[in-house]
Every structure is written in structure tokens, then in C-alpha cells.
């Protein structure tokens, strides 16, 4: 059987492997993560098995595989098949992988797993940019890979100050949405625009619910389900508005 190496799961995968294996070497041990339940407002469970003790938080990461799994059985097919199937394959194989990693963070409480979220989340980020920029400007491998290969190496700021992560993600944050407005502006319609306010007010609330967890958790609706819980469903929210927006483009750039 012949294998596919330009396949999005092999680069996917490939690119999953470097990272783990640059984290397993120890190159960013010296980096600075939350690690043990006492940093999550959610309380834990006794007698229930680790990898659900905070079943709230645990459980909503299958949300980013069922979503990983719905957007790659709807890659495009037939006269759309090529370049826009491969950046929609692939941010879907993130989304799919992305759930176990944060479960194994959570689960294991452990520096390394912490520290491989951080990484991932970065990436995915930046894939986000990619496909926007692929809407903007075509198809530009090069340009693809060094986008992909500053977004790698911008996590050594974490080993540079305990709050490099924060600055990294807030600046690929703020390079997402500045191509998301500039593709909406020159190739949206209402429709886009309406997915580009949700993906906005999604953002907003997957970095704030996230850093207001423990103070949500004064109030007896989010001491269960918690403002980190909610965060992950707005980073979820986000995701799929990703994808509907990159889609919607893509479907009026191909008019």
C-alpha cells in the first residue's frame, strides 16, 4: 500500500512527535505552569479516577474531538479538493489531537503535559493565521512553514519570564484577528461578519473566564462548573467559528 507523506495526518502527527520529544528532553523544564487541582476553582471529586476527578473539566475536552471529527468528515470534496481540504484537514487533526493532550494535563498534573498544552495551543493559533492567510494571498508553502516555525520557536519566551506564555498567546491572538479583519473586509459578506463577532466574543471569554476562575468560584453557579469550564467551551465556540469563517471565505473566494 502506497503511503501518503503529504497527507495532513502524517504532518500533523510528524509535528505532534518533535514537540513531544523536544519536551521530553527537558529543554523547557525551566518554564513556569500552573500544576495541581489547587490552581482550578473546580473541586475535585473523592474516590473518582484521576482522569475524571473534575469530571466538569475533564469530560469538555471531548468536545474538541467530536468537533476535530465533524469538520474532518466535512472537508471538501470533488472541484474543492487540493489545498483548502488540506488546511481544513489539518486544523481539524489539531482539534481532534488537542482534546487528549489537555485531558492528559489535567489527569497527571504534570509540568511536561502543561507544559506540551502551551506549546499546542500556540500552533493552533497559528494555523488559524495560515488558513486566513491562504484566503488572503493564496497558496504559499514557504510562507506557511515560517509562520508555523516563529510560532514553535515563540515559546522560548516562556523560558525567558514566568508570563512569556501570556505574552506569546496574547501576540498570536491579536495576528489572528488582525488577518481575520482583513480577509472580512475584503472578501466577507454579513454572514461572515456575524461568525467574526461570535469568534470574537468567544475569544474574549476563553481568555477571561480562564483568568477570573478562581474568582467566579464565589458565586454558587460556578463552583461546579467553573469559569475554566466555560472557558473551554469558548475556546470550542471559537474553534468552530474558525472553521465556519475560513469555509464561508473560502466558498465566496471560490465564486
Known sequence: MKVDV????????????????????????????????????????PGWPVPVAMPAN???????????????????????????????????????????????????Q??????????????????AAVWCHFLERGWRPGTFLAMEAASLASYGLALLHPQGFELALGGHILVVLWKVFRAQRRQGDATSAGIVGLGVASCLGFVCLKLWDQELARWAPFRRLSGHFWSKICDILQFHCAFLFCVRLGTLRSR
Do not use: K
Not at 490552581?39 to 475535585?44: S, V
Open 110 to 127: 504534570s509540568h511536561r503535559a502543561a507544559v506540551l498544552d502551551q506549546w499546542l495551543t500556540l500552533l493552533i493559533f497559528a494555523w
Open 58 to 108: 475533564s469530560l469538555v475536552n471531548v468536545g474538541y474531538v467530536l468537533l476535530g471529527w465533524h469538520w474532518h468528515c466535512r472537508s471538501p470534496s470533488g472541484s474543492r479538493r487540493g489545498r483548502a481540504r488540506y488546511l481544513q484537514e489539518t486544523f481539524a487533526l489539531m482539534a481532534l489531537l488537542y482534546g487528549p493532550v489537555q485531558w492528559l494535563r489535567l489527569g497527571t
Open 6 to 45: 503529504g497527507s495532513p495526518v502524517w504532518h500533523v502527527v510528524l509535528g505532534l512527535a518533535v514537540c513531544i520529544a523536544a519536551v521530553a528532553s527537558g529543554a523547557f523544564d525551566g518554564v513556569h505552569t500552573d500544576v495541581g487541582y489547587e490552581h482550578y476553582a473546580e473541586p475535585t471529586v
